[in-house]
């Protein structure tokens, strides 16, 4: 998809809302990233639509807090949301959330893979330039170590859950960076700060996400497990994805969004098609409410 095509989807594309209270009532849904934006206005259509319990985890608590409070006065529901503490740029961090999550919760019927970063100066997590470690790394960790409790759900309390990632069309703008590694190891490749194009390295990261994402629903087969693994592309939408970027980033990308950008609501619209989409979805990307690959 190229970038005119995003920007013209965000335009004229007419989104349905495709959860309800038939759909979620009873069900346990986990969001991370859940503070603001996307993840923040999917949760608010979850618990809106009578889900049993929606966990948001967040680096800061405190906004998870504020974040909570939001939902709960916008749709009149106490009880339902949790704010779980989760920060993808640390392996501690990562291993205590599943941990967690593995002697907490007793279902989890689709977990949402929302949180990322946009940077375009360097920075360093875990030995990693922090985007790659952030957007790809220890999202498919993540991924890892939440796979046997939607495998262990599917095989004892029914129904199909899914683990639905947020990606982006811009990857596949990204394939001529990828390419210009050429056979060393990829991830050495763009932890090495000398030519990095920093510019493009949210696009790169996805792309990079994207394979490994297509690479864990081939090792993962649905008919196997049980979950439906698939990767939403939710177009270009106001959120505050890129607030760690240059000013002159910001005034650019600011000026698309004025003109092309969907809402945050908008834009959670399509991850709500990755929640109720069929097996048909299985390792494909989504686009627009509709399976695009």
């Not at 993540?142 to 129904?159: D, Q, R, T, W």
Request: charged residues 20%.
């Amino acid at each position: 998809m190229s970038l005119p095509q995003i920007l013209a989807e965000g335009v004229f594309a007419k989104l349905p809302v495709l959860v309800n209270a038939d759909i979620c009532s009873d069900k346990t849904y986990i969001i991370t990233g859940g503070n603001h934006g996307l993840g923040l206005e999917t949760a608010r259509h979850l618990v809106r639509s009578s889900a049993a319990r929606v966990i948001l985890t967040v680096r800061n608590m405190k906004a998870g807090e504020a974040a909570k409070a939001d939902i709960e006065r916008s749709t009149g529901r106490k009880g339902t949301i949790e704010v779980w503490h989760l920060d993808l740029a640390s392996y501690d961090s990562i291993k205590a959330f599943a941990n967690r999550m593995s002697s907490q919760v007793e279902r989890i019927d689709a977990f949402i893979s929302n949180a990322g970063i946009q940077m375009d100066r360097w920075e360093t997590a875990e030995g990693m330039e922090l985007s790659m470690q952030v957007n790809v790394i220890s999202t498919m960790l993540l991924s890892a170590l939440i796979m046997p409790k939607l495998v262990e759900n599917a095989k004892k309390v029914g129904g199909e859950p899914k683990l639905v990632f947020v990606g982006s069309a811009l990857g596949f703008m990204a394939k001529e960076d990828l390419a210009k590694c050429g056979n060393v190891d990829v991830f050495a490749a763009l932890n090495n700060p000398k030519g990095a194009n920093l510019d493009q390295r949210y696009a790169l990261t996805k792309l990079v996400q994207h394979y490994a994402i297509r690479e864990l629903a081939a090792l993962c087969p649905v008919e196997r497990t049980g979950v439906t693994i698939n990767v939403i592309a939710p177009g270009l939408c106001s959120t505050g994805l890129g607030h760690d970027t240059s000013t002159k980033t910001r005034a650019m990308v600011g000026v698309l969004r004025a003109a092309f950008a969907r809402t945050a609501e908008q834009g959670s619209r399509t991850i709500l098609h990755g929640v109720v989409a069929e097996r048909d979805s299985h390792g494909k990307m989504l686009s627009g409410c509709k399976i695009k690959e």
